[in-house]
């Protein structure tokens, strides 16, 4: 049973432009929601992430946008870039437990 | 600086010939992690260390098993690969205790079954 729901499944970007990741969880118990970037032959680099008293985060070029009523999270990449090509996965945690369940990812590709 | 690392990185075993993947980590987190990570596919837990307390996924075959001889490093044993285990197997840390702590995530080892 997949606890975190994500869409796309793929993603292909122009240089510039917006690159807008969706997932959905159930849980009301999450209460942590990383984002990891992993690149072919890497492991998943934490990216950025939020907890659900908050609505935005922003780091840099990356936002997450979170919706507590819908159960519903974004990572959405300003001024996408080639090197932003890998695959993201979106996670959820409970609190004060690390049983992290995973998203199925989402291939971005940036072509210049 | 402080990681998760992962030797080797790739491995080459034969079918039913135990294989033996280590990890070692200098963050000093008292929680360590095995996934499974088959191409296109997100990572799948194995099972999980808080401390010296195991911690095995119900659908985890018998096949695979761990051990955490000290903070500092975990193996996971395969006993008998098969073909379908043929994947990454990634090693992670996280300091449990702490509520929002992320998992810190080793390049993996990619694991080969002829």
């Known amino acids: 049973q997949q606890q975190v729901k994500q869409s796309p499944q793929s993603l292909i970007v122009q240089k510039g432009g917006i690159s807008i990741i969706n997932c959905a969880y159930e849980?009301?118990?999450?209460?942590?929601f990383p984002w990891y970037q992993q690149f072919p032959g890497k492991g998943p680099a934490l990216l950025i992430a939020i907890r659900p008293d908050v609505s935005e985060k922003k780091e840099g070029r990356f936002t997450i946008s979170f919706n507590k009523s819908a159960k519903q999270f974004s990572l959405h990449i300003m001024d996408s870039q080639p090197g932003d090509s890998a695959t993201y996965f979106c996670a959820a945690t409970p609190y004060n437990n690390n049983d992290m369940r995973f998203g199925a990812g989402t291939r971005l590709t940036v072509k210049p | 600086d402080a990681m998760v690392i992962q030797n080797p990185r790739y491995q080459v075993t034969q079918f039913g010939k135990p294989v033996t993947l280590s990890c070692s980590q200098t963050l000093n987190h008292n929680v360590m992690y095995w996934y499974q990570q088959k191409s296109s596919q997100a990572p799948k837990l194995l099972f999980h260390y808080y401390d010296k307390d195991f911690n095995n996924e119900a659908d985890t075959p018998d096949n695979f098993q761990s051990r955490r001889p000290n903070t500092s490093f975990c193996f996971l044993d395969i006993r008998s690969p098969g073909l379908g285990d043929a994947a990454m197997y990634l090693c992670?840390?996280?300091?449990?205790?702490?509520?929002?702590?992320?998992?810190?995530f080793g390049d993996g080892t990619r694991l080969s079954i002829l």
């Open positions: 992670a840390t996280s300091r449990k205790g702490f509520s929002n702590q992320p998992q810190h």
């Open positions: 849980n009301t118990a999450f209460d942590y």
